[in-house]
DNA sequence: TCTTGCTATGCAACGAGTTGCATAGGCAAC
DNA sequence: GTTGCCTATGCAACTCGTTGCATAGCAAGA
């Protein structure tokens, strides 16, 4: 489980409420690690018994109150200790795979809608990584680690997202084919 | 949940005991989708209560009996319906991009050998890629339509191994001068 | 004014997935 | 000749993840 391990980073780059985190988990975080808020919220209340991470209450007017997270020292050495160790083999989910193998048992066509909508939506996120590349680091800017550890991870999404288009395409001419 | 669609393709194309399935999903079927043998054994009874497939008794010489299924007419109907429905966001778990990320707040080069790590183990598995496509199908020959579909799964199989060796390259190179 | 939506946290129940263990015969190696 | 691995299936207990719902004040629009 690394879920504790990603919230941790997250609080790193900015400490937040569990809401906040929530929403970084739905924006930038969860293009590689999703959660929703209950998982979080659980999360958080078993690091802050264990130490990892230390809250404060903060009061606002005209919204509810929260409750402001931060790393704590605990947690940052667990952080570190893990960063030691190997990471398991990722267990993929690719559900789109699983239907491309089987439309052999049914008609290749009915799976072309299917397969322009994923088209049309790792399209999107292409521009959002390239205009957030664009507008983070620009050609020519210095960066310090942290923005150039960043930048290196969102390079990979902008790999994967076109690797991805072209992959489709792929499958969208075999299918087109297959139709006859 | 699509385990039961996994499950289904892989005995429409070919008929097999839940042991037999455990080892196709920890062999190719697990490139895209995983399942443990608990996992498989529950579903497959309960696919049968469904009528989703068909279970004959095979009693073996030298070895315990095993139940082989096969996909009945509705397993079939049920993942032709599956087909049409939009499949909904794959949920990503990256946990080498969270560790990226987590090495801005420690040693970058403390995450070189695991990267290395990585790296090796996709090489490996593109050459496995490569020499299936090989194998299963050689340019010039002809395929039917479920080959076809295999195929290209297969080639994104081979783009996806591709694309990360040359992202963990890019990964490599900026911990070796972070790490000055 | 009524509804919709946002901030902010949480309970309860369920379903999916993992881990450890059990059985039980056969085979091969050391 | 005992140890360990392979086939083959399964129970029990647990953790992880999801879904539906609840609260509660405030803001904006129909």
Redesign the interface.
Known sequence: M?LE??I??SL??QPGSGYELARRFDRSIG????ATHQQIYRVLRRMETDGWIAAEEIAQDGRPDKKVYSAAGPG?AA??G???E?????????????????????D?G??IS?VE??RE?HAALLARYLAGEQRDFPAGSTLD??Q???H??L??GI??E??TL??LD??LA?LH??AH
């Open positions: 690394a391990h990603a941790l980073v790193l780059e293009r590689f690690w999703t940052r952080l570190s893990w960063l030691r190997p990471v398991e083999p990722e267990t993929v989910r690719h559900e789109l795979a699983v239907k491309i193998r089987a439309a052999a048992f049914d290749p009915a799976l299917e909508r994923h939506s680690t942290r150039e550890l960043q290196v991870v390079r990979g790999e994967y076109r690797m072209a992959w792929d499958v075999t084919r297959l």
